[in-house]
């Protein structure tokens, strides 16, 4: 069956960087685009892009095109996501996810805290 | 950007009553295809979201039959039948219809 299975939490200090990674199994990793989505504490979802896993070519939505980093290890079947120069408002959950047209798959999420 | 309104913000629901959440987009979301692309999500707490309904009317898999869902090209409705304890968490639409997708901002399903 498909799994997407993220890192761990993270606890980061403004103007750090880290990477967060989502391993996938069950199908071939290029068949499907990887999504990314925030999810701020107590808040709903924002899309904030996706990544070609044939290509390796990333868009971003509007609100992630600066710091934001989506890049692919393909023969590890994983996705990862940067985010440099950490901001308070980086706060949140991140998931990867796998969004068809007739399904999805969701990561367990990444939380992430931005705190001094 | 697609905006999407859900309505309302919360509902509380007696176990075994019917509950409904509204949906409605500033676009019609009725593809060149035929396909209407809304979809339905519920976030159980601590959870990832998880795909109840595809293409506006169809069940995902796994899904129970006590989720139903309709609508036009701008104005969808999700009902809920037989509330059970499970069905508790915050249910969101969605759009893939054009990049980028988006979600209206939720509704919390408590029970009384």
């Known amino acids: 069956q498909i799994q997407l299975v993220q890192s761990g939490p993270e606890l980061k200090k403004p103007g750090e960087s880290l990477k967060i990674s989502c391993k996938a199994s069950?199908?071939?990793?290029?068949?499907?685009?990887m999504q990314w989505v925030k999810q701020a504490p107590g808040k709903g979802l924002q899309y904030m892009g996706w990544?070609?896993?044939?290509?390796?070519?990333?868009t971003y939505a509007d609100d992630f095109k600066e710091r934001f980093v989506f890049s692919l290890e393909t023969s590890a079947s994983t996705a990862y996501l940067q985010i440099n120069n950490l901001k308070n408002e980086d706060t949140a959950t991140y998931f990867c996810?796998?969004?068809?047209?007739?399904?999805?798959?969701w990561g367990q999420g990444v939380m992430v805290t931005v705190s001094s | 950007d697609i905006v999407l309104t859900q309505a309302p913000l919360s509902v509380s629901v007696t176990p075994g009553e019917s509950a409904s959440i509204s949906c409605r987009s500033s676009?019609?979301?009725?593809?060149?295809?035929?396909?209407?692309?809304l979809y339905w999500y519920l976030q159980r707490p601590g959870k990832s979201p998880q795909l109840l309904i595809y293409?506006?009317?169809n069940l995902a898999s796994g899904v129970p039959d006590r989720f139903s869902s309709s609508g036009s090209e701008t104005d969808f409705t999700l009902k809920i039948s037989k509330v059970e304890t499970e069905d508790v968490g915050v249910y969101y639409c969605?759009?893939?219809?054009?990049?980028?997708?988006?979600f209206g901002a939720g509704t919390k399903l408590e029970l009384k």
């Open positions: 990544i070609n896993t044939q290509t390796g070519k990333p």
């Open positions: 293409q506006m009317s």
């Open positions: 996810a796998l969004m068809g047209g007739l399904f999805d798959y």
């Open positions: 676009k019609s979301l009725l593809s060149s295809k035929g396909i209407t692309s």
């Open positions: 069950g199908y071939t990793f290029t068949d499907y685009a």
């Open positions: 969605g759009h893939r219809l054009e990049y980028p997708p988006t």
